[in-house]
């Protein structure tokens, strides 16, 4: 039998690396395309069986459908997030699986250093030291300990960062469309509506996926509810922000702090080394200007296990499609719903 042919899109050398050490367990022929998938490049996946792709690969309608016409059977989404996939438009077109869980260690570990470095101003303290600079004004900060986080969404990344910050001796409110009840004794927080835990909440940590429902869930109207002050720190996915009503709330002193790895607009920049160019983002550009204010690139999930996690979940899904009736790690647009096939199935179609 013809080796499995992968067409695998936005490559950085730590994927290629990861995905190349895992392969030998798997022996697929993957080819490392630089580029991200668009409806320029999407013309390099003639001849392959699937399409391995990122965060900030476009899979719209017209990309899945030249995918079809190329012939390509399945798109093996190396990450947990599925919101640039139309997919209803893949939907008995082609089969998309995805990487669930990686490591929520990773992303809420992540989330937390963000919160410890905008509080306690490392990042800057690290400078000034080096600059023999050894005054500490303006690096004032505040106890973690008593003060209360409020955790937007409680899967796999919200549950352990309520770990940690509990280990803080925080008080912790969370609120989930789909709440897990029995969880609220054994992680000791507590469930509120959202109108609630923007009142109370001196720290706010967004964990739920992008959707229709969640987009812009922290807007002018959710922040004007919220404490004065209030730190805000996005680990999910940058369309949960409306970047302009934080850019003015920042202004007014209104939002305290901003930790955001996540940035609606970061499929031009993310990932990328822009620094002997201009910026042309206004609101990327100013959002760097503030002392308050810190960005890292999608780097949450950034871990040696993670990684590892992801090249074995990726390739075994892969395998799965083509050795198994079962795909575990299949989405389609009616997961959410009774009507999914996949537990009947094995298959979502
Ligand atoms: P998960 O599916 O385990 O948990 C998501 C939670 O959000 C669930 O409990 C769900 O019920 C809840 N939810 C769904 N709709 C909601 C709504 N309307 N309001 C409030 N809560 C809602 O996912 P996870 O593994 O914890 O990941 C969370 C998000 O983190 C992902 O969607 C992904 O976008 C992001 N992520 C980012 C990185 C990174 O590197 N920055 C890495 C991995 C995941």
Do not use: W
Not at 64 to 85: D, P, S
Not at 272 to 281: A, G, H, W
Request: overall charge negative; hydrophobic content about 35%.
């Amino acid at each position: 039998m013809n080796k499995i042919k992968i067409a695998f899109f936005d490559t950085k050398p730590y994927d290629k690396k990861s995905f190349d050490e895992e392969n030998t367990n798997f022996n697929f022929d993957i080819s490392y395309f630089d580029s991200k998938l668009t409806g320029q490049t999407v013309s390099l996946t003639h001849g392959f069986d699937v399409v391995c792709a990122f965060v900030n690969d476009t899979l719209s309608s017209g990309v899945l459908e030249a995918l079809k016409q190329n012939g390509i059977k399945l798109i093996a989404m190396r990450c947990a997030g599925y919101n640039n996939v139309d997919l209803k438009k893949a939907y008995k077109n082609v089969h998309v699986v995805r990487v669930p869980a990686y490591s929520p260690y990773a992303v809420a570990e992540h989330a937390v250093a963000m919160m410890l470095t905008l509080n306690r101003k490392t990042h800057k303290a690290y400078s000034r030291t080096r600059d023999n600079n050894f005054s500490i004004n303006g690096f004032l900060g505040f106890d973690m300990h008593g003060k209360t986080a409020g955790i937007i969404g409680t899967g796999k990344i919200g549950q352990k960062i309520m770990s940690i910050l509990n280990g803080f001796g925080m008080e912790v409110l969370a609120y989930d469309k789909f709440p897990k009840n029995d969880l609220e004794k054994s992680l000791d927080f507590e469930y509120t509506e959202l109108a609630s835990l923007y009142l109370q909440s001196d720290i706010i940590s967004l964990h739920c996926p992008l959707n229709a429902e969640t987009r812009h869930i922290i807007s002018k109207k959710s922040i004007e509810k919220m404490k004065d002050g209030v730190m805000i720190i996005n680990t999910s996915r940058g369309g949960l922000i409306d970047t302009q009503a934080l850019l003015d709330n920042l202004k007014t002193g209104k939002i305290g702090a901003a930790g955001l790895d996540v940035y609606e607009e970061e499929s031009d920049y993310f990932f990328e080394d822009f620094s002997s160019q201009i910026l042309t983002d206004d609101v990327l550009a100013r959002l760097l200007t503030f002392p308050n204010v810190l960005i890292t690139s999608h780097q949450a999930f950034f871990t040696k296990e993670a990684l590892g996690n992801i090249a074995e979940t990726t390739l075994h899904n892969i395998k799965d499609y083509f050795e198994k009736d079962k795909l575990p790690n299949e989405i389609c647009y009616r997961c959410d719903s009774d009507s999914c096939l996949k537990e009947k199935l094995g298959r979502c179609f």
